[in-house]
């Protein structure tokens, strides 16, 4: 069977990767795809982006089922389109990405909902918005409404940097944050203290099938210093995610959610993303939901899976996630991603790359902004490539990991020399 990914950034080459392992699977088609994509074995680059026409494609081709990756497209409404054409897609429809797309949607349902998550006030006007730092004092977060790459989120810890991020967001749009049709507005969020995970499970309409969980690095420099990024590294699994943790988590947020999701009328399929803020006390809240995978926790998430993912999703896109056991390496995996200098504000793109590393069980190079120009190997995105690598501990990933950075050199790299840290410290 032949089978299509959306997207072009490390989640999408991991997912090419690991769907091309299915004795099932002929040939894994990338829109538009990356350096990395155009090499992979039994996979190929399409240079296509327009809704109508990959779903001729998908007709034309008898593409099996498609998988999107990034969240443009499914806010966009990609899943509608398909399915109304009766190709099969793995994603949720435009009005289930609200929650992602949409933090006002978001918030809103959490509240109405009773699902653990920060006191919040969303704003249009930005008079009040400052009224209202002004009367909470800080710290307190700003978050744009609208998709922005991760990138809309200030967490200001004085009443100043408040304003400023209001300015930047509500007067400005400095971010250049994609607004839904009632125009700009800005959550402020009470700060949450605690440690992060990144929650991702299988949702089928009904049924729910946990992934492994993991831990993003969200800021660009060592110590978890500097700007927010997309994330910088990740790995999987995370030791903050108890036992008992997961099953509160799944008893608080993940099941009450997929349930009023289709009470509500727009029932979610695809991959729900629940970023977490988990406390000294082992009780989790939501920071934001994510309609999609993680990039990079998708990289060390798809190592460790072992069971043959396409029929995971064709059993999903039946409604019978009921049915499926995941099967998991115990072993731990970490990716450090290697972003471009001037990343994330002004990335410099172009620069020629050099990887001296041999992929293999243990260890392989998944490609985020890369394409291939004559045969050179190119930077085209603010993160550039994620080494990956297995270990039988934390630290032990670790060191393989960056044993595989060392063996890739651009102009002007940037990396974290400390991805893991939480899960080695303890
Ligand atoms: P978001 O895109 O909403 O996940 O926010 C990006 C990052 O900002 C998160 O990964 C957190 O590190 C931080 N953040 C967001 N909301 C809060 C909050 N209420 N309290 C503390 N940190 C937050
Ligand atoms: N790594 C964070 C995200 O994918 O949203």
């Known amino acids: 069977m032949k089978l299509l990914v959306i997207g072009s950034g490390g ?52 593409i099996h089922l498609t998988v999107v990756g990034p969240e443009a497209p499914l806010a966009a409404g990609v899943v509608d389109a398909f399915r109304a054409r009766r190709l099969r897609i793995w994603g949720p429809t435009r009005a289930a990405a609200q929650l992602e797309s949409s933090k006002a949607f978001a918030k809103a349902f959490m509240e109405r909902n009773r699902i653990p998550t920060a006191q919040h006030r969303t ?50 749009n400095v971010y250049g944050v994609q607004h839904g049709s009632d125009g700009a507005r800005v959550v402020i969020e009470d700060f949450l203290d605690g440690e992060e995970a990144s929650f991702i499970v299988l949702v089928d309409g009904r049924h729910v099938l946990p992934l492994a969980s993991s831990q993003d690095h969200k800021r660009l420099r060592d110590g978890d210093q500097g700007p927010n990024t997309g994330g910088m590294g990740a790995y999987s699994p995370a030791p903050v995610v108890t036992p008992e943790v997961h099953a509160r988590v799944m008893r608080e947020i993940i099941n ?34 994510n309609c999609r995978l993680g990039d990079p926790e998708t990289q060390p998430i798809l190592m460790r899976l072992k069971s043959d993912l396409v029929e995971v999703l064709d059993a999903a896109l039946d409604g019978e996630l009921d049915r499926v056991e995941l099967q998991w390496d115990r072993r731990t995996a970490l990716a450090v991603v290697m972003a471009a200098p001037g990343y994330p504000e002004a990335p410099r793109l ?34 550039v490539l994620a080494v990956t690598a297995l270990g039988d501990s934390v630290r032990m990933a670790q060191t393989r990991a960056y044993d595989g950075v060392r063996q890739i050199a651009f102009d002007g790299m940037q990396f974290r020399h400390d991805i893991g840290h939480r899960a080695i410290k303890r």
């Open 11 to 62: 989640r999408e080459h991991a997912l090419a990767w690991k769907l091309a392992q299915s004795p099932r699977v002929k040939k894994v088609f990338v829109a538009p795809g990356n350096g990395g994509t155009a090499t992979e074995p039994r996979v190929e680059n399409l240079a296509l982006t327009d809704i109508d026409q990959l779903a001729d494609f998908c007709v034309r081709e008898d």
């Open 123 to 172: 704003f249009a006007d930005a008079q009040q918005a400052h009224a209202y730092i002004d009367a909470h004092g800080a710290p307190l977060v700003v978050k744009a409404d609208g998709l922005a790459a991760g990138k809309g989120v200030v967490v200001a810890q004085t009443v100043e940097q408040a304003h400023a991020a209001v300015r930047d967001m509500l007067e400005s």
């Open 256 to 289: 009450p959610t997929v349930q009023a999701m289709a009470a509500e009328g727009h029932p979610f399929s695809g991959f729900l993303y629940a970023g977490l803020m988990i406390d000294a006390h082992g009780h989790a809240r939501t920071l934001e939901f």
């Open 350 to 383: 172009g620069d020629a790359i050099q990887i001296g590393v041999k992929p293999d069980d243990d260890l392989r190079v998944f490609h985020a902004g890369t394409r291939l120009d004559d045969g050179v190997l190119r930077s085209s995105g603010g993160r």
